[in-house]
């Protein structure tokens, strides 16, 4: 890991998009008033520069240090060196001079409420700077700052082919109120150190107190930007159960409600970018302008009209409430389009909030050592302000989890002294475990160079997960359902069925997978008298069948059944063959045995899973774990995932080997709980094979993952 000094979003912002040929000149406007109506004169040097710029210095004064200064609630550090022109129309403006003449300048607006869609915001006034066009542009991007203010940003650049001008544009927002920061440079031979001044100045800004301003209403917004407009009406909350009550189907059709949207963009952020409020008969509304929309029978989603003109996506629906993607917003109008992942307010969105969350690194201490556990590399020291230290280096990092956004784990660039830029990882799992891995050079240049993975992990109490249930209570069953009463389990060997493949030439084959994970499927009933019965697989105890929740979105967390002489119903699915035998029954020809509690059991021996994917373009991948089970109820576990790659020519392959993690297990009814040696303690829904009424060790079942006995290859 290389040592890295200090990087802004500005200064990273411009020296990926600033070239030596690029910014040749640029021109201010004379008055603050009429920041974002550029005037670009053809004929324009230098030379001209200056002349056209004297009305402003006229006012300024030279600034000979850095000094606290303010604008309405916001507070900065003023650049040394740099003249400052008195406010007007609440903005100032710095201005840096070399020996060619002013060659930066720097504006600050006045504090102002967040707008309702800040990256839409800052995109349309980030144009209205460069009067309407780019010839280049970037994405708006994230950064989290020390300060605790999110930094969104934008750099383009403007004016013509021949006197191209390079605008940075910051919105700094603590989720509330907003400042808009703008730098302009045209010497690219002194711009470092105008980066660094600016800089300097991005990290001092603090916000306080009450919005002086009112959104979109700033002098820098700039013409052409339009203003946010007042709040959207209230709409009221609707739940899947509510939306089935009236006839909805949920699982295909959007419920009228509130959805919050976040742009997928490279970078963080919990705060969303986009309302959508979607109203009864097919139509939309948003801040920017109203809609329809159609949703086919795939759940596939088209929008008609206003902003979302064009826009297309996908609805998807889970125990928590819907989600939907947007995709190519602003397409027909943008020269650059945006996509939304946008979640149902309500326990849907809260869950997106906490994955989010479990994707931000937290600072602390890292023990790190080679990916599949061997060799020492002492600490990863983690501060709260997105720095790090390791191996003696020390830099800084930037977090992306918003990109995609239903990633386990999120992306992260470290930067240490220089230009060159590391890559890792972050996750944190329902246990608390916290794990960087990152990558780190060993040597080679910057075109060819060799590198080894480290794994840098600390263990902290989990954050508590969302809900599984509802607060409401599940509705009693009709009548005429129920009568049976029990627990049961079903395993069989899983079907082959044929899976397509495409070769790295274009032909196409048929290969073989299996309908289940590992080649074993499972099923589950958990019967009530009353009438319900719990289809799915707990994830830790059977607790989770109790058939008086609900699940967040409302709906009951068990299906009614009917039994019907030789048949039973259960929820909207047809009937199917149902006969009672002994201790178990038969299910649409299928056998379940009761389910039986697994307190006194011990293992021994090596239990594995194998589960091998074939995938539609690459060969495939192969994923690993093998159990062992040792004297006094220990256990050890590692993992293994191997991928391989079909690529013109030639096969590649590459495996990731774990480390091995050992600990201590006991049973208690159908839950095993693992203490692990670094103080975590993971509780999982466990199950055995049946047969006679007694569990037998054939097969193990643990959190949703079936072990075989190891087969001795000798």
């Known amino acids: 890991m290389v040592p890295e000094t200090r990087q802004s ?67 900065f550090t003023a650049p040394k060196g740099w003249a400052a022109s008195s406010s007007q129309g609440g903005v100032l403006q710095y201005t840096h001079t070399s020996a060619g003449g002013v060659d930066g300048a720097l504006l600050i607006g006045q504090d102002m409420p967040l707008p309702n869609d800040p990256v839409r915001w800052l995109e349309q006034t980030a144009r209205s700077l460069a009067g309407g066009q780019a010839l280049s542009e970037q994405a708006v991007q994230s950064e989290q700052l020390a300060s605790g203010l999110t930094a969104l940003y934008k750099v383009l650049i403007g004016g013509t082919p021949q006197q191209p001008v390079a605008y940075v544009a910051a919105l700094l927002h603590n989720g509330t109120s907003g400042v808009l920061v703008v730098f302009l440079s045209s010497d690219v031979e002194n711009k470092n150190a105008l980066e660094k001044d600016v800089d300097a100045v991005v990290e001092s800004i603090r916000l306080s107190g009450k919005p002086t301003q009112t959104a979109g209403t700033t002098a820098a917004a700039g013409a052409g930007a339009k203003p946010a407009e007042p709040n959207l009406p209230t ?70 009209g206003g902003p979302l003109n064009k826009a297309d996506g996908s609805l998807d629906f889970d125990d928590y409430g819907q989600a939907f993607s947007l995709s190519d917003v602003s397409e027909d109008t943008q020269d650059t389009s945006l996509n939304f992942e946008c979640y149902q307010r309500g326990p849907r969105e809260n869950v997106a909030l906490h994955n989010f969350k479990l994707r931000t690194p937290k600072p602390g201490s890292y023990s790190c050592v080679l990916a599949d556990g061997q060799g020492d590399r002492g600490a990863l020291e983690v501060g709260a302000d997105n720095t790090y230290r390791f191996g003696g280096a020390a830099g800084r990092y930037r977090v992306d989890y918003r990109s995609d956004q239903d990633s386990a784990r999120s992306s992260l660039t470290l930067r240490g002294e220089g230009d060159l830029e590391e890559s890792g990882f972050y996750s944190e799992d329902e246990t608390g475990l916290r794990v960087f891995t990152l990558t780190v050079p060993t040597g080679g240049d910057l075109i060819s160079r060799s590198s080894t993975a480290w794994t840098c992990t600390a263990v902290a109490k989990p954050t508590p997960a969302p809900s599984l249930y509802g607060s409401e209570k599940a509705p009693a ?21 044929p899976v397509l493949q495409i070769g790295p030439d274009f032909t196409s084959s048929m290969v073989l997978g299996s309908e289940c994970p590992g080649n074993v499927c499972w099923a589950f009933a958990f019967f009530n008298p009353n009438g319900y019965v719990y289809t799915q697989e707990p994830k830790v105890d059977a607790s989770e ?78 994923s690993s774990l093998a159990l062992t089970f040792g004297e006094g109820r220990t256990f050890s576990l590692s993992s293994d995932r191997s991928t391989t790659v079909m690529v013109p020519g030639a096969t590649v392959s590459n495996s990731n080997r774990a480390a091995t993690l050992t600990g201590t297990y006991k049973f208690s009814g159908n ?33 949703g993952v079936t072990y075989s006995p190891s087969i001795d290859k000798k």
Not at 14 to 38: E, I, K
Not at 477 to 497: D, E, I, M, T
Not at 606 to 617: A, D, I, K, R
């Open 9 to 75: 979003p500005v200064r990273l912002g411009l020296r990926r998009h600033m070239s030596a040929t690029l910014l040749a000149c640029v021109l201010f406007c004379p008055h603050p008033t009429q920041l974002g109506r550029r005037l670009f004169l053809p004929s324009c040097r230098r030379c001209q520069m200056q002349r056209l710029l004297s009305t402003v210095l006229v006012l300024s004064l030279a600034v000979g240090a850095s000094a606290q200064q303010s604008n309405g609630q916001v507070s």
């Open 235 to 304: 709409v009221n909350p609707m739940n899947a159960a509510q939306f089935k009550a009236a006839g909805g189907n949920p699982a295909r059709q959007i419920i009228p409600d509130e959805f919050r949207c976040y742009v997928k963009r490279k970078g963080d952020g919990l705060s969303p970018d986009l309302t959508v409020q979607v109203l009864p008969g097919g139509t939309y509304r948003t801040v920017y302008g109203n809609g329809t929309y159609q949703i086919n029978k795939d759940r596939k989603i088209t929008w008609q």
């Open 477 to 497: 069953p009709p009548q005429g359902s129920g009568g049976l009463n029990g627990n049961f389990v079903h395993n069989r060997a899983g079907k082959l069925v």
């Open 545 to 622: 069948a109790d058939c008086t929740r609900t699940y967040p979105n409302g709906l009951p967390r068990c299906e009614v059944y009917r039994v019907t002489g030789n048949t039973i119903q259960i929820g909207d699915r047809a009937p199917v063959p149902f006969t009672l035998t002994g201790s178990g029954l038969n299910l649409d020809g299928q056998r379940y045995d009761k389910l039986q509690p697994m307190d006194t059991l011990i293992l021994r021996g090596s239990y594995e899973s194998l589960e091998v994917t074939p995938n539609l373009y690459l060969g495939g991948s192969t």
């Open 671 to 703: 839950t095993v709980e693992l203490t692990y040696r670094d103080g975590r303690v993971v509780r999982q829904f466990a199950a055995l094979p049946v047969e006679g009424g007694k569990i037998t060790p054939t097969l193990l079942r643990i959190g």
